[in-house]
């Protein structure tokens, strides 16, 4: 079946700092999501990515979606203390019918 | 979030026991959707259902059971076949759009099993 990973698991920044987390699919993906799950809270949607390459900002968050459709990355501009939480992509395949959760990244900001 | 609620927020049941979950949404959302979360874990799906009276088994459905009654409901029955049930598990609807629904979860129901 459809798996999606992501790394890295855990990422502590230093407030201030960049980083990356990657999306990896093992199949082709009509399009990925990302959600924001704050500490002891529930996920909550961010962003969808459709066309291949596709590039989008939300302030200092920047999405990409790969060129072939199996991979997404979510770049974070300095870094702050708001941004601390796990963050989950997840795709539809080609059934279309269920969404496909990684297993996150875990953020953690060092002040 | 905004329109999902689920009840309780903390659920404790003794080994052997059903306990039903409630989910209830008022965004008129034709999908909903049961997952179930695990410390540190990603979000696993249980079971979904695209309308009404219909439902299919997500990725972990075995020890599990649901029922889509009503469009606004979807409650999530854990029955004593679950052999490790005590997890943190989130509802969430969509407005089913095929392969592309946005999905709004509700603040979940961590439940533990004495």
């Known amino acids: 079946g459809q798996q999606v990973m992501q790394i890295p698991q855990y990422q502590h920044v230093q407030e201030g700092e960049d980083f990356t987390t990657y999306c990896n699919s093992s199949t082709t993906l009509s399009n990925i999501q990302w959600y924001k799950q704050r500490p002891g809270g529930h996920p909550v949607f961010l962003i969808q990515?459709?066309?291949?390459?596709e590039v989008k900002k939300q302030k200092r968050l920047t999405f990409q979606f790969g060129e072939a459709k199996k991979n997404s990355s979510l770049h974070i501009t300095a870094t702050q203390t708001t941004d601390v939480g796990t963050y989950f992509c997840a795709g539809y395949g080609a059934a279309g019918n269920k969404l496909t959760f990684g297993g996150g990244t875990r953020v953690l900001v060092k002040p | 979030d905004g329109g999902i609620t689920q009840s309780p927020k903390y659920l404790f049941r003794k080994e052997g026991q059903n306990v039903t979950l409630s989910c209830e949404q008022n965004?008129?959302?034709?999908?909903m959707y049961w997952y179930r979360q695990d410390p540190g874990q990603g979000l696993r799906l249980i079971y979904y259902?695209?309308?009404?009276?219909?439902?299919q088994k997500g990725d972990i459905a075995e020890g599990y059971s649901v029922s889509r009654e009503k469009k606004e409901s979807f409650p999530l029955t854990v029955t004593s076949a679950q052999k490790n049930p005590t997890a943190f598990y989130l509802c969430?609807?969509?407005?089913?759009?095929?392969?592309?629904?946005?999905?709004?979860f509700g603040p979940g129901t961590r439940l533990t099993v004495l």
């Open positions: 969430a609807s969509g407005q089913g759009a095929y392969s592309t629904d946005t999905q709004y």
């Open positions: 990515l459709v066309k291949s390459g």
């Open positions: 259902s695209q309308i009404v009276n219909d439902f």
């Open positions: 965004l008129n959302h034709d999908a």
